[in-house]
């Protein structure tokens, strides 16, 4: 045991990128737009970090995530990055604690896109990513926008702070193609930069359609812990979404969790807190952004040519070759502006379909070029009139790169060329091939095995020509299936990591045999068990338990303190070290809580065990001795100062004067009487000093002992 003391925490800022996992799969009501919701965990740190790198085809539209702080009640860990990579091939999402140590993890989740008919390539070459930081402030605040010609999807931020730290507020649409992101510090200053994402689609995608999007919102009411859900409307697909915290007062409370969430169609949510656990009220405003895919629409007037005769829009007329060329046209003065977002579908062997934006009112043609290399050897291809944004390329080589860009022109005054864009032909494929055989479908699959974020399965291989297995998973029973799993041909189990504990999945398993699947088999339920532990602490103390903190957070009131003799177990989530600071007292007739004694330490605790901390009563040495080696009191005896020295075994020496150096007796502490939640107890130092009183003031920690009923008093030295 020993009195309070001042504890500092030496905070490490540490990043992850671990593992991924699929848990779902939308599509919107075109069946155009398919959305992945890509989740991970982090490590269990002081400033958690997790990327997320869904891979494959998936285009990466948005992500968000929140710590784990709830699960063990620690002081709490705050957001101050969530944003993409500029190639939209993953997503970070970064947290910390704040003034008090709070090791958390990050449940981190990703959005990525797929699109009908489209390669990732050209599903990325039609969308915008922009950023623009903010001035360095305690209150940090950014917009971007996204470009003329698409719709804004989503955004994200990242804050970067360099003392104790700053975090986000708020991080949402602010109109349809602006998004707004603002950090800030809380209780000590730290002046931050934040750098606010915005992510877009173009709006009208060739050969696809137009995409539509909606931006819902709700307002929670007003609570200490507020929390807000929002989902997107039906025929709608989750693409985005974000939040803002409305404080009542200047300190205010932070985002924690802001991160997409599984529903019917997707939604979003988000929640925010305080680190010091004011009970403070505030309200969330939270923001859910649904896309979807409305069919091109026709026109019914094509343009004329020069000779008045109706032409499909698009139709190429053919030009004679110029010869090879190279490096980049300049405009010349008062030509007209260049095209932009030269992209590429339809692909055949031999054709495809060019599309762009036309950026000029006043052209009289297109001129296309063409080449086997990006930057050099281009030679006039095909030319359409003026207003036509795409053309069908035709003609072209099998299994060949080919390389096209695109000038406006009037006249003979040509514009600066487009972007350049290439489209691989596939080779002529001749003959179809065999169809697989369909394999037989699994059987008796079952749970073996369950554990923190991972559950294992086994089932019966009843094929003999399959090429691997799929697993899939839903957090419903009869509906809303992905693919989160695959394993190799002959497998017969496969483990499930990362999941969310405490969620009920279920799972079910198919074989394949190249594109040929058979039947599911039977679905099984797993729930991921918890990482928790058990803390007992005993009170073998003569004094209730009035406090105990673990891992700085207060877990007793002044109706569950633990009475002398007795115990309380506690949960602890996630397993692992705990500390704790135990205080011993009472309450007096004011309620005000006084606690004389108090014991510090940790415990290392272990998923599914109970570990016990025992709170003994101190010996009366050691609170003579003041909990140290030794403790001098001084009093006054006939007007000269004198004094006592304690030691912590027990011993004792009287000195007649503060500058003798031999004690004039000495001898042992003997324990007299000291009763349960007594607020003093009583000793003998000899057969002639008897009945010493120690009376204990817990608010200054001053113990003064009292001789020959209070006629000479003694008092701790400093």
């Given at each position: 045991m020993?009195?309070?003391?001042?504890?500092?925490?030496?905070?490490?800022?540490?990043?992850?990128?671990?593992?991924?996992?699929?848990?779902?799969?939308?599509?919107?009501?075109?069946?155009k737009?398919?959305?992945?919701f890509?989740?991970g965990?982090?490590a269990?740190?002081?400033?958690?970090?997790?990327?997320?790198?869904p891979?494959?085809?998936?285009v990466?539209?948005?992500?968000?995530?929140?710590?784990?702080?709830?699960?063990?009640?620690g002081?709490?860990?705050?957001?101050?990055?969530?944003?993409?990579?500029?190639d939209?091939?993953?997503?970070?999402?970064?947290?910390?604690?704040?003034?008090?140590?709070?090791?958390?993890s990050?449940q981190?989740?990703?959005?990525?896109?797929?699109?009908?008919?489209?390669t990732?390539e050209?599903?990325?070459?039609?969308?915008y990513?922009?950023?623009?930081?903010?001035?360095?402030?305690?209150?940090?605040?950014?917009?971007?926008?996204?470009?003329?010609?698409?719709?804004?999807?989503?955004?994200g931020f990242?804050i970067?702070?360099?003392?104790?730290?700053?975090?986000?507020?708020?991080?949402?649409?602010?109109?349809?193609?602006?998004?707004?992101?603002?950090?800030?510090?809380?209780?000590?200053?730290?002046?931050?930069?934040?750098?606010?994402?915005?992510?877009?689609?173009?709006?009208n995608?060739?050969?696809?359609?137009?995409?539509?999007?909606?931006?819902?919102?709700?307002d929670?009411h007003?609570q200490?812990?507020?929390?807000?859900v929002?989902?997107?409307?039906?025929?709608?697909?989750?693409?985005?979404?974000?939040?803002?915290?409305?404080?009542?007062?200047?300190m205010?409370?932070?985002l924690?969790?802001?991160?997409?969430?599984?529903?019917?169609?997707?939604?979003?949510?988000?929640?925010?807190?305080?680190p010091s656990?004011?009970e403070?009220?505030?309200?969330?405003?939270?923001?859910?952004?649904g896309?979807?895919?409305?069919?091109?629409?026709?026109?019914?007037?094509?343009?004329?040519?020069?000779?008045?005769?109706?032409?499909?829009?698009?139709?190429?007329?053919p030009?004679a070759?110029?010869?090879?060329?190279?490096?980049?046209?300049?405009?010349?003065?008062?030509?007209?502006?260049?095209?932009?977002?030269?992209?590429?579908?339809?692909?055949?062997?031999?054709?495809?379909?060019?599309?762009?934006?036309?950026?000029?009112?006043?052209?009289?043609?297109?001129?296309?070029?063409?080449s086997?290399?990006?930057?050099?050897?281009?030679?006039?291809?095909i030319?359409?009139?003026?207003?036509?944004t795409?053309?069908?390329?035709?003609?072209?080589a099998?299994?060949?790169?080919?390389?096209?860009?695109i000038?406006?022109?009037?006249?003979?005054?040509?514009?600066?060329y487009?972007?350049?864009?290439?489209?691989?032909?596939?080779a002529?494929?001749?003959?179809?091939?065999?169809?697989?055989?369909?394999p037989?479908?699994?059987?008796?699959?079952r749970?073996?095995?369950?554990?923190?974020?991972?559950?294992?399965?086994?089932?019966?291989?009843?094929?003999?020509?399959?090429?691997?297995?799929?697993?899939?998973?839903?957090?419903?029973?009869?509906?809303?299936?992905?693919?989160?799993?695959?394993a190799?041909?002959?497998?017969?189990?496969?483990t499930?990591?990362?999941?969310?504990?405490?969620?009920?999945?279920?799972?079910?398993?198919?074989?394949?045999?190249?594109?040929?699947?058979?039947?599911?088999?039977?679905t099984?339920?797993?729930?991921?068990?918890?990482?928790?532990?058990?803390?007992?602490v005993?009170?073998?103390?003569?004094?209730?338990?009035?406090?105990?903190?673990?891992?700085?957070?207060?877990?007793?009131?002044?109706?569950t303190?633990?009475?002398?003799?007795?115990?309380?177990?506690?949960?602890?989530?996630?397993?692992?070290?705990?500390?704790?600071?135990?205080?011993?007292?009472?309450?007096?007739?004011?309620?005000a809580?006084?606690?004389?004694f108090?014991?510090?330490?940790s415990?290392?605790?272990?998923?599914?065990?109970?570990?016990t901390v025992?709170?003994?009563?101190p010996?009366?040495?050691?609170?003579l001795g003041?909990?140290?080696?030794?403790?001098?009191?001084?009093?006054?005896?006939?007007?000269?100062?004198?004094?006592?020295?304690?030691?912590?075994?027990?011993?004792?020496?009287?000195?007649?004067s503060m500058?003798?150096?031999?004690?004039?007796?000495?001898g042992?502490?003997?324990?007299?009487?000291?009763?349960?939640?007594?607020?003093?107890?009583?000793?003998?130092?000899?057969s002639?000093?008897?009945?010493?009183?120690?009376?204990?003031?817990?608010?200054?920690?001053?113990?003064?002992?009292?001789?020959?009923?209070?006629?000479?008093?003694?008092?701790?030295?400093?």
């Amino acid at each position: 045991m020993k009195h309070r003391s001042a504890m500092t925490a030496a905070l490490l800022l540490l990043t992850a990128t671990l593992a991924f996992g699929q848990t779902q799969i939308y599509k919107d009501e075109s069946g155009k737009i398919e959305i992945g919701f890509f989740t991970g965990m982090s490590a269990t740190e002081n400033h958690p970090s997790l990327t997320i790198t869904p891979g494959g085809d998936w285009v990466v539209v948005n992500g968000g995530g929140g710590t784990d702080w709830m699960s063990h009640w620690g002081a709490g860990s705050l957001l101050y990055a969530s944003y993409p990579t500029l190639d939209l091939k993953s997503w970070t999402i970064k947290a910390k604690d704040h003034l008090t140590g709070d090791r958390c993890s990050i449940q981190g989740y990703a959005l990525a896109m797929r699109i009908q008919g489209m390669t990732r390539e050209q599903l990325r070459a039609n969308m915008y990513v922009g950023k623009v930081s903010g001035a360095i402030a305690s209150q940090s605040l950014a917009k971007a926008s996204v470009e003329d010609g698409y719709v804004m999807i989503g955004g994200g931020f990242n804050i970067a702070w360099t003392g104790t730290g700053n975090m986000v507020q708020w991080t949402a649409p602010a109109g349809p193609t602006t998004w707004i992101a603002q950090s800030k510090d809380h209780k000590v200053a730290d002046p931050a930069v934040i750098t606010c994402y915005v992510i877009g689609i173009k709006q009208n995608l060739p050969g696809i359609g137009t995409i539509e999007t909606e931006t819902r919102y709700y307002d929670n009411h007003q609570q200490p812990y507020p929390k807000a859900v929002i989902e997107v409307s039906p025929g709608y697909v989750l693409v985005g979404g974000g939040a803002f915290v409305g404080n009542n007062s200047p300190m205010g409370k932070l985002l924690w969790i802001n991160k997409p969430t599984l529903s019917a169609y997707g939604s979003w949510e988000a929640r925010a807190m305080d680190p010091s656990q004011s009970e403070t009220n505030a309200w969330i405003r939270v923001y859910a952004i649904g896309a979807k895919v409305k069919p091109p629409v026709v026109s019914a007037a094509p343009p004329k040519n020069p000779s008045g005769q109706a032409i499909q829009a698009g139709t190429p007329v053919p030009l004679a070759p110029s010869g090879p060329q190279t490096g980049t046209t300049l405009p010349a003065a008062g030509a007209p502006r260049a095209p932009s977002g030269l992209s590429i579908d339809q692909v055949t062997s031999s054709s495809a379909r060019l599309s762009w934006k036309d950026n000029s009112g006043d052209e009289t043609k297109f001129r296309i070029e063409r080449s086997a290399q990006k930057d050099t050897g281009y030679t006039a291809f095909i030319e359409v009139h003026a207003d036509v944004t795409a053309c069908a390329a035709t003609g072209l080589a099998a299994g060949t790169r080919h390389w096209f860009r695109i000038m406006a022109m009037r006249g003979s005054v040509s514009s600066g060329y487009s972007t350049a864009a290439y489209v691989d032909t596939p080779a002529v494929v001749t003959g179809a091939p065999p169809k697989p055989a369909t394999p037989a479908a699994p059987s008796d699959l079952r749970v073996t095995a369950v554990a923190v974020m991972s559950v294992t399965i086994a089932w019966t291989d009843n094929s003999s020509d399959e090429t691997g297995f799929e697993i899939w998973t839903s957090l419903q029973k009869d509906r809303g299936f992905g693919k989160a799993g695959s394993a190799g041909a002959n497998a017969r189990e496969h483990t499930l990591s990362p999941l969310i504990t405490g969620k009920q999945y279920f799972i079910k398993v198919r074989a394949v045999n190249g594109q040929v699947a058979s039947d599911y088999s039977r679905t099984v339920p797993a729930m991921p068990v918890r990482s928790e532990a058990t803390l007992k602490v005993v009170n073998d103390s003569k004094y209730a338990i009035v406090d105990l903190a673990l891992n700085g957070q207060q877990k007793l009131t002044q109706a569950t303190a633990i009475p002398v003799g007795q115990s309380r177990d506690f949960i602890v989530t996630p397993a692992g070290t705990v500390s704790y600071v135990l205080g011993a007292g009472m309450y007096d007739a004011a309620n005000a809580k006084i606690v004389p004694f108090q014991k510090t330490g940790s415990a290392s605790l272990t998923s599914g065990q109970t570990t016990t901390v025992t709170y003994a009563n101190p010996a009366i040495a050691e609170v003579l001795g003041n909990f140290g080696s030794q403790a001098t009191w001084t009093g006054t005896v006939a007007g000269v100062k004198v004094r006592f020295v304690f030691s912590s075994s027990g011993t004792w020496k009287y000195y007649n004067s503060m500058t003798a150096t031999t004690p004039t007796s000495s001898g042992n502490v003997t324990l007299v009487s000291w009763g349960n939640s007594a607020t003093s107890c009583v000793f003998n130092l000899n057969s002639t000093w008897k009945k010493v009183r120690l009376t204990f003031k817990p608010a200054s920690f001053d113990l003064p002992l009292e001789f020959n009923n209070t006629v000479l008093k003694f008092t701790l030295a400093p």
